[in-house]
């Protein structure tokens, strides 16, 4: 074979892979919308400024997305990221006057990791469905937000302002780019190696493909899974401090309906409801892609609340692409190719 | 002086009640080192449960596991798999989704070390898969294969290839054969009597008595949660094993 060929061997040996890759679909609606939204808003959508407040939202939005998608990959699921997000935040804004920035962060922290290991516990232990352990923690931690602000949002006090930990959250960098989306990459990347390079991350495919199987090879389902809910939680912890340090305030609606667009990110990210099947890269990226779209439709002057409507119609595209399409090349690869 | 070998495994008693069905009524059930034995019954009788209590799945509610003469108790699947307990389960024990070298090494895959941080280490875990297949005859499947492509005999093969490849001391056939092609069931049999060269016990659970007949050295057979019977292959016919299996009770031909 010449070298030639072989290069272009290698070469559609990548594109056949990446086509058939679990993030294909989230991937092309990024690229396609970057298109359509640029011709639309006649290139003011690919301002630099635009591009920095897509990421900012989409880091607020991805590092949630990612631990979703774990929890989701075990076969469970977590609808109260958003709470979590948001009585994190709030909480930590009330405490920093009282106890100081680091205490408050580590304190509102191991919040959002007391409730992921509620989430895992009644969930693993007690035998509730994680469709209602975590509805009922949606509702339980988005009502001690009510009751922590008191219906009112309230600002970061001016010293915690200035402290280099908030600085380090959720100041900014060269350029105008957010930290926060420098900790959505470090996290989405920590978080992707985990799951691909580790034996737990090993477990977490196994567990949510078959649980019986799992068990028989000496997995414990239930251990990986409080594990996996107790680091969703650290992780939706985690984007509500970093995001009211940013946005510097902190208020009743914080993280509110975060928990159904994780959701939606995994699963543009193309990961399956069904368990066992998943990719935290892919729900970052869907992430971006919501948030994308989201300011697009705004440039484009569409009302507020077509975005609901057209994540809707993204969403089931999506999948269609991830589910229909990706059979389609991964057949095409195993014939080529096996 | 020892006049007989240890057993390798000793059940003493075992009973298992789940909810309110007793499925193992006090069984006594033993494995001697190189022997295989058929472990048979009716639906319902307890086979599984029982094998499942010996590789870890289910604890029992009372009795006593001796391994090598010592006393053992599993609290899970990896506890027997420590002790060279492997299964090969009817209709699981593989991941379909994933691929043949991260099943191969579930719940056991070897790591490298990079200072406090552990990764999996998939090169070996592929060249391992690879050897350890290609040892035992198993041709055509790549490590990086997803289970959900192969054939069922396929699975079968890569289950009991796993199970030598980890050097297990006793094997737990359950239903190997079921749903397999003729082609591969002879790829499967000659598996087992891979096993068999090696030295492998292994206890074989079929509704197929005809092959568990050719195959074992011995029979345990089971009725309603109960050891009705344990005879050496020279003292039962094939016909009579049959005959007891299906009357629930010892049926030994006069004739005989």
């Known amino acids: ?338 | 002086m020892k006049t007989e070998k240890e057993p390798l495994v000793k059940m003493v008693n075992i009973k298992k009640k789940f909810g309110a069905v007793q499925a193992l009524k006090g069984v006594d059930f033993q494995v001697n080192p190189d022997e295989i034995v058929g472990l048979v019954g009716d639906n319902g009788a307890g086979k599984s449960t029982l094998m499942g209590i010996l590789s870890g799945m289910y604890t029992p509610t009372e009795g006593k596991i001796c391994f090598q003469g010592k006393k053992v108790s599993f609290s899970s699947p990896k506890d027997a798999r420590m002790l060279g307990i492997e299964t090969v389960h009817q209709d699981f024990g593989l991941l379909g989704l994933i691929n043949v070298s991260r099943n191969m090494f579930m719940g056991a895959e070897p790591v490298k070390k990079f200072g406090p941080l552990r990764f999996l280490d998939l090169a070996k875990m592929e060249r391992e898969t690879q050897g350890a297949l290609e040892k035992v005859g198993i041709k055509g499947i790549e490590p990086n294969y997803i289970i959900n492509h192969l054939s069922g005999g396929q699975r079968q093969a890569i289950k009991i290839g796993r199970a030598m490849y980890f050097k297990a001391n006793l094997v737990i056939l359950d239903e190997p054969y079921t749903a397999l092609s003729v082609r591969e069931r002879d790829k499967i049999w000659s598996l087992i009597m891979e096993l068999k060269k090696r030295r492998v016990s292994v206890v074989y659970i079929s509704h197929d008595i005809r092959i568990v007949y050719d195959l074992a050295d011995r029979f345990v057979i089971l009725d309603a949660g109960t050891k009705i019977g344990d005879f050496k292959k020279g003292e039962i016919s094939l016909e009579n094993l049959i005959a007891t299996i299906r009357e629930g009770k010892i049926v030994i031909d006069k004739e005989r």
Request: net charge positive.
């Open chain 1, 1 to 338: 074979m010449s070298e030639g060929n072989g290069h272009a061997s290698f070469f559609s040996k990548l594109v056949w892979k990446l086509c058939g890759s679990l993030e294909f679909g989230a991937a092309g609606g990024v690229i396609l919308f970057a298109i359509l939204f640029s011709v639309f808003t006649k290139g003011l959508w690919l301002s630099p400024l635009n591009l920095r407040v897509i990421m900012r939202s989409a880091a607020q939005l991805g590092i949630i997305a990612t631990g979703q998608a774990l929890v989701i990959i075990t076969g469970r699921i977590d609808l109260s990221v958003g709470s979590i997000f948001g009585i994190c935040g709030v909480s930590f804004v009330a405490m920093t006057s009282v106890i100081g920035v680091p205490l408050a962060f580590i304190l509102s922290l191991l919040f959002g990791v007391g409730i992921g290991f509620i989430n895992g516990f009644l969930t693993e232990k007690m035998g509730v469905p994680s469709l209602i352990t975590t509805l009922g923690n949606l509702y339980i931690f988005r009502g001690l937000i009510y009751f922590v602000t008191q219906g009112f949002s309230n600002a970061l006090p001016k010293a915690a302002r200035d402290s280099t930990l908030v600085c380090l959250l959720g100041g900014s960098w060269a350029g105008g780019w957010n930290n926060l989306v420098i900790w959505f990459m470090l996290i989405t990347t920590a978080m992707a190696i985990f799951l691909s390079f580790t034996r737990y991350g090993n477990w977490v495919f196994a567990v949510g493909n078959d649980e019986r199987s799992a068990l028989s090879r000496g997995v414990s389902p239930p251990k990986v899974r409080m594990l996996a809910f107790i680091i969703c939680g650290l992780l939706a912890g985690f984007a509500g401090i970093s995001t009211v340090c940013d946005m510097q305030i902190g208020g009743t609606t914080l993280g509110k309906e975060m928990e159904l667009e994780s959701i939606a990110s995994s699963v543009l990210g193309g990961t399956a409801l069904t368990g066992g099947i998943g990719s935290v890269l892919g729900a970052a990226i869907g992430a971006v892609l919501l948030s994308m779209i989201r300011s697009g439709l705004i440039m484009m002057g569409a009302p507020p609340y077509w975005f609901v409507t057209f994540v809707g119609v993204v969403l089931i595209g999506a999948v269609l692409a991830n589910t229909k399409v990706r059979e389609r090349f991964q057949s095409l690869i195993e014939r080529k190719y096996k």
